[in-house]
């Protein structure tokens, strides 16, 4: 039996707890919101299209069934509106997952808690330090979404599978991403490479405009949200990716956001690098050698978090 509560029903949260039931990640999914009906009708409405697909049990509950939770995903807070940074959301959501930590670790301690609210970085930040729970099993979705709309943009470009791209965008959540360009590749193949030595009939190439495709990752969130409002596709996918990663154990190396400890020389901030997802949470780190200006987009990226941090009341 695996059981994971996800603590939000609005659109992230209730599209996470509908991926993870059709795709039999879970045995039960719990679904938890200050607004009991709008959990109470995300999971009944959940729950009735189930027959066909999956024997998941989904409903709706309060913090004491969560006990069990193998593990915790957090999508509470304010959603980002046009026009608005992650970052403006900071003290709203800030104070709402201050009001959720002492309620859930108190029937979930031993889960491993995944944060998807934003900013997702000092969220998972804030959550290391209030909560408790050991680092090792606070994951923040990080750079993952931003990797993975990376591999979707450049498997355009190379006219291939995405699963054939190894590449990731490493830092913040946020305006100060970067993608390390050093350590991209198709199919082992580095990335600038790939166009001249593959030959694939009735492909239409394009060259690699590395400012285009860093402009698509940051701005692809907000196009989504001026035109339908919302981004939560995407982000479930890549949630019920971690989670299979953590329920299976299968050690993937991802792009997800965790506390930093002297990796590439930065200390006490979370933010995205490569870390191995298993059993647990966290199992392992993979430090790639970047070049020296891909360190110095790192620390820039790594100072940008901090001022927040430092401004904040933890």
Not at 142 to 148: E, H, P, Q, V
Not at 151 to 176: M, Q, T, W
Not at 179 to 207: D, G, H, K, Y
């Amino acid at each position: 039996m695996k059981k994971i509560t996800i603590i939000g029903s609005g659109r992230v949260g209730s599209t996470i707890a509908y991926s993870l039931a059709l795709q039999d990640i879970a045995s039960e999914v719990v679904v938890l919101d200050i607004d009991e009906g709008r959990a109470l009708g995300e999971a009944l409405d959940i729950r009735q299209g189930l027959p066909y697909d999956s024997t998941c049990m989904v409903y709706a509950g309060n913090y004491n069934d969560a006990k069990g939770s193998d593990i915790v995903v957090i999508t509470s807070g304010i959603a980002r509106k046009p026009g608005q940074s992650r970052l403006d959301l900071i003290n709203i959501n800030i104070n709402i997952q201050k009001s959720i930590i002492p309620q859930i670790t108190k029937y979930a301690p031993e889960a491993v808690y995944i944060i998807v609210s934003n900013p997702v970085d000092v969220l998972t930040y804030a959550f290391c330090r209030l909560s408790g729970i050991p680092e090792s099993r606070v994951i923040g979705t990080g750079t993952i979404l931003d990797t993975s709309r990376l591999r979707a943009r450049l498997a355009e470009y190379c006219g291939v599978d995405p699963k054939n791209i190894n590449a990731y965008v490493f830092g913040e959540h946020g305006d100060s991403s970067f993608i390390p360009w050093s350590i991209a590749n198709v199919a082992q193949v580095p990335i600038e490479e790939f166009n001249r030595m593959s030959c694939i009939e009735n492909r239409l190439t394009m060259p690699l405009n590395k400012e285009d495709i860093e402009q698509y990752i940051r701005g692809s969130g907000g196009k989504i949200i001026a035109r339908k409002g919302a981004t939560f596709y995407a982000i479930s996918s890549n949630v019920c990716h971690i989670c299979k990663a953590i329920l299976c154990g299968t050690n993937s190396t991802l792009a997800v956001s965790t506390m930093m400890h002297g990796e590439y020389g930065i200390d006490d901030v979370c933010l995205s690098i490569l870390r191995i997802v298993g059993h647990g949470g966290i199992c392992g780190k993979v430090t790639p050698t970047l070049t020296e200006e891909e360190h110095i987009k790192l620390r820039h990226s790594a100072d940008v978090l901090k001022g927040i941090i430092g401004s904040l009341d933890l």
